[in-house]
């Protein structure tokens, strides 16, 4: 396979301090984490920099994303993972100096004080929030291990990178706050969820459709059927649709409240352009996961499909990424009724993770259409029929440009 | 609120919804949907310019990984 690794996602900690009621990584089939150290050491964070600085400059990459993880990543302090930013940045400027690196760290919010937060700012990294709703209630999977609500610490966490945001904390870059993330639990309010996260002004914010497959149906879905694009619920796009149509009309003072990638992307792919993630469209993968240990593995979002689905049986130590990225990357080819799916274009088949499922032929794969294909499908018909009744109205608004996708 | 089955305080329950039927029709092609001259929706017009970076060099477009076990 041609191409580069563009993102670099490197787990600080493979712990974490919740314990969440849907988490995929935890409760779900694969337990491989438990064969990797709690903590990145020094040495691994030194050899893993090494390879993404020669991965930078043997493709001569502009820019680079390194993506902090865990588990929870501040659950080392964060230290730690400035520690790794530094070492990273420090091995790249040396051997890629053209390279620019963009750094987030993606936590749970519960470690995130004044103090550190102040710490990952003047290191330049920015952070990303996992938070499913903006009140206790919306937020009560998220729960530590003595089922405790993690949403205090989080909305606090929240709070402040906001204040940051408005220039109002100092010794915090105000864009420091890089967004949320949030997992949709389809139990609850859809426009409510919208709201809730909406008041803690992040400035973007993703919504995640639940890792889940053809033998792992999601939440709320006891059984998806057989295996294939046929007539199903579709109680996702239920969900989402009410938030799209909410933050589409939010829009007609010529500013939108926050970005929300999923609709950002389907946009972009309706209207001919690539999309840059890879649960939509036909662009090609750019990251790859480095544990703790320095083994090299695919997303994280396989390890809900079987145990081992991540595995490359590659490492930093013996490896280059062009090693790993030429010998263990194939991605999942899509399946034969996608092919043919007037969709296709848009969803590009959705979410790799979201495709294993026991095929029809005999054996498993990921080579079938998403568990959550209908819903997709729905949500972006939904999307097109709103662009098309926009294009067809006649009155114009002369605050805005007349244009085309080019000018 | 939204109308949807799912409630703020998550009281639970929820059902699936009724099963759709799925479409052969063809997606509308993109210039259908923002046809040249056409003034665009004012959230559209806020998205313009990271599409047309996009479109003018797909090839510098790749697919990130965002999630958050």
């Known amino acids: 396979m041609t191409g580069a690794f563009r993102q670099f996602v490197l787990k600080v900690h493979s712990r974490c301090n919740l314990a969440c009621t849907y988490c995929y990584l935890y409760q779900g089939p694969d337990s491989t984490w438990r064969e990797h150290p709690a903590r990145v050491d020094r040495a691994t964070m030194e050899r893993t920099a090494e390879r993404i600085a020669e991965h930078a400059g043997r493709h001569a990459l502009a820019s680079a994303r390194v993506d902090l993880h865990g588990g929870e990543p501040l659950l080392s302090g964060p230290e730690a993972v400035v520690r790794y930013a530094r070492t990273v940045r420090e091995a790249v400027a040396a051997r890629a100096p053209g390279c620019r690196l963009r750094f987030t760290v993606q936590t749970n919010g519960t470690l995130l004080g004044r103090g550190s937060l102040r710490r990952l700012s003047a290191a330049g990294i920015r952070v990303g929030l996992s938070l499913d709703g903006g009140t206790a209630r919306l937020d009560h999977r998220r729960v530590d291990h003595a089922g405790r609500p993690s949403f205090p610490a989080a909305e606090r966490a929240a709070r402040l990178l906001a204040a940051a945001r408005r220039g109002e904390e100092p010794g915090i870059r105000p864009g420091t706050w890089a967004g949320v993330l949030c997992t949709i639990d389809i139990d609850r309010d859809p426009v409510a969820v919208y709201e809730s996260l909406l008041a803690l002004d992040p400035p973007s914010l993703d919504l995640l459709l639940p890792h889940a497959n053809w033998t792992a149906p999601p939440p709320g879905v006891t059984d998806p059927g057989p295996v294939g694009r046929g007539p199903r619920a579709t109680p996702y796009a239920q969900w989402l649709i009410p938030v799209f149509d909410r933050w589409w009309s939010q829009g007609a003072r010529g500013q939108l409240p926050t970005r929300i990638r999923l609709f950002e992307e389907i946009t972009a792919l309706l209207l001919g352009a690539p999309s840059a993630v890879e649960s939509l469209g036909h662009?090609?993968?750019?990251?790859?996961?480095?544990?703790?240990?320095?083994?090299?593995?695919?997303?994280?979002?396989?390890?809900?499909?079987?145990?081992?689905?991540?595995?490359?049986?590659?490492?930093?130590?013996?490896?280059?990424?062009?090693?790993?990225?030429?010998?263990?990357?194939?991605?999942?080819?899509?399946?034969?009724?996608?092919?043919?799916?007037?969709?296709?274009?848009?969803?590009?088949?959705?979410?790799?993770?979201?495709?294993?499922?026991?095929?029809?032929?005999?054996?498993?794969?990921?080579?079938?259409?998403?568990?959550?294909?209908?819903?997709?499908?729905?949500?972006?018909?939904h999307i097109a029929t709103v662009l098309a009744e926009a294009a067809r109205r006649k009155d114009t608004d002369p605050a805005n440009p007349r244009c085309t996708l080019t000018n | 609120m939204s109308g949807h089955r799912g409630r703020a305080e998550g009281t639970g329950g929820a059902s699936p919804g009724p099963v759709r039927a799925r479409s052969e029709e063809p997606l509308p092609s993109p210039s259908a949907l923002l046809p040249e001259g056409a003034v665009p929706h004012p959230s559209l017009g806020v998205l313009l310019p990271v599409i047309r970076a996009r479109l003018a060099a797909p090839a510098s477009v790749v697919a990130y990984y965002d999630d958050a076990p």
Request: hydrophobic share 35%; with cysteine; aromatic share 8%.
């Open chain 1, 283 to 381: 662009s090609p993968p750019a990251a790859v996961l480095v544990e703790t240990d320095g083994t090299v593995e695919r997303v994280d979002s396989l390890r809900s499909a079987y145990h081992g689905a991540s595995v490359t049986g590659y490492d930093v130590l013996r490896h280059s990424f062009d090693t790993v990225r030429a010998a263990a990357w194939p991605p999942p080819p899509p399946a034969a009724v996608c092919r043919g799916c007037p969709v296709y274009r848009v969803c590009g088949g959705g979410n790799p993770s979201h495709r294993w499922a026991r095929l029809p032929g005999g054996g498993t794969g990921f080579a079938a259409p998403s568990v959550y294909c209908a819903d997709l499908e729905e949500l972006i018909r």
